[in-house]
């Protein structure tokens, strides 16, 4: 494959500015960063790719024998279509027009020049994929380099002179201008055959197609197909895949090396199959289960849509070790589902707790519900090697931690910035899910509230780009190091941390000594109250090469000015594209770490009857205070929950109990048990008591529950109180 940096750059550079005007200007002639026809491929997790044509083992060379093995083998488009719902994949990238498997054509082509098929595989498909809510999407080769391989010498797999009979003049397919004029032809053909299929996958790019605008014409006659290219990061092109590479430590963690920024729609193609071509050579490969489930979650958790390529055989089935991990994906994902679909990637650009290397040599990514950013999931792939689990929570206040497959809730703290799991046990081979439930972030100053200034920006991207709160802007240093990024908060306020989205357009992965991580390497921080005297640095540092929110902790002051002064990034002088290059989408200060907010005021009051009452809310026994009680099930387990109850601070229960015996009930708060409390008699239903117990709320909120242990249930429960 041809990879062009140089051109990849320039054109993701384009792109924004595209972007850019895109607020402005609604009607851009060429692509557009998002658009509702992408709506589809947003989402979507998945894809199946699949490589799959005339060279397929055993090859072919005669154009109709191929066809009627197809045929005869049994093959039918229904068999991908349920393959692809196994892999919880909602689009299937069909390469049969690929060079190196003979260029046909799986469609009755009009257009001689290559192998062509009388029946119509491509129309069934894409009407397979349609009725099951399913997208296909046609991959389109531009290269005619191996119009004779593998076959005896002086033989082409493509008919010049066909073609040019067809086209009145004369075209050498084999060159790139003469290939690019038919496959132009072919991109036509297709359009006006088959409005409902997805779009176009297209292997890097033909001069030809760019000099006879090829996709504004299909922008024009088929506003609702994507385009997609492989490798190269062009600007009209809705979505751009970074095929396979290997070597990342985690191995599944093929995100780190990705070089293109979300919100641009990214997807990651790579091989289910263990070794081998990326087509069926007659071989079964293996599937490394642990590996791809990885990729499948680690994407997931950065926006990144997989696209699967499996190896297809003539009559269009798979081999048995694709069938087995096809049928075990079904199962494992079904489970997890949730906690992956309607999600973005967790500390990226959709905020979220942060992704990656965590503590006790864990390691994971984090998900975050599209329509509601309280709802995120952690997910561990290489877990810790105790029974905690410790990472930052950009500022999100934690009210509840389960664990998604049981339900079971999950003992939690948070401090100095980090969220702790405690109590972990029962992890799964792969992917253990949390659920995490929050209440807003807390302690970051807002885009406004602050301006920043830096020592030197390329033009069009000033510092005050990193202090709008918008991702689609972003600061650049101008290749200057060091460079020191300042920020004024107007007046003397309280830090006590810094945050940053970084640009997350090189690898992290430094594979080459020219593909490396423009991320910032060595920090200094200093402080000033006015502007001008700095003193010595009030901390310094490395930050890690990696993707994601970045947070840099200070010593907690009182001060006006802040200066990030950055003295190196992770490129190395070898690679003169990120060399010395930096660019800050977004960053803010902290005043306070989530979870020390300050205690609430004396007598806060949580009804009952706002919290979970596993029973009836009840008002037939007067006494109670707001609008009703909780009069939970008569039976052992019943409980009442109260969420985002806020400490630190002593509990306080108002209950009555009517009968004559107790009703004991088990606090647990975060999940952890904080013993039983006994809830004796109170001479009547109408008679509410008070109840205290002396438990350890953590800073900030709290999820409390009362559980019966016995088969009466709990006593009607009115409130809970908390006394700091
Ligand atoms: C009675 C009472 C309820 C109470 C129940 C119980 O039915 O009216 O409010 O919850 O007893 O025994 O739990
Ligand atoms: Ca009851």
Redesign the pocket.
Known sequence: MRTGWGKRLLAYGAALVVAAGLAATPSVAHGELQDPRQDFLRASQAGLFLHWGERTAPAHTDCGAWESDVTEGGWTADYWVNEAKKLHAQYIVLATFHSRLGYARPWPSKIPGSCHTSRDFLGELIAATKKAGMRTILYMTDDPQWNADGLPSGKSWLDSKGFSTYAGHTVNLTTRDGFGEFSYDNFLEVMDKYPDLGGFWIDNDNDYWLSHNLYEQIRAKRPNYTLSNNNEDTPIMDMVSNEQKTGMSPAYDYPQAVWTAAPRLVEADYKLPDTGAWWYTGTDSTVDAGLNVGRYIANAGSSIKSLMDETAMVNGKFPSHQVDYNNFLKGYLDQIWGSVNGTEGGGYLNGGLQPGFWNDGSHGVTTISKTNPDQQFIHVLTKPSGSTLRLRDNGYQVTKVTNFRTGAAVGFSQANGSLTLTGLSGWDKYDTVFQVETHGRTGIYPAGSYTMSASASASGHPASAAADGSYLTYWDNKKTLPVSLTYDLGSAKHVQYLGLNQREDSVSYARSSTEQSARIRDYKVYVSANGTDWGSPVTSGTLPSHRGVQFIDLPARDTRYVRLEVDSTWAASSDSTHYKLLRIDDSWLGSAYAGSATPPPPGTRYEAETGTCQ??V?S??AGFSGTG?C????ATGSYVEWSGVQGPGTVKFRY????TTD?PAALTVNGTAAGTLAFAPTAS?EAWTDATVTVPLAAGPNTLRLTSTNT?????LDYLEVTP
Not at 712 to 716: A, E, K, R, W
């Open positions: 029973g009836t009840d037939d026994h009680f009069n939970t099930t008569n009555a109990n009517g009968t009703r239903w009466g249930g709990t006593p009607n």
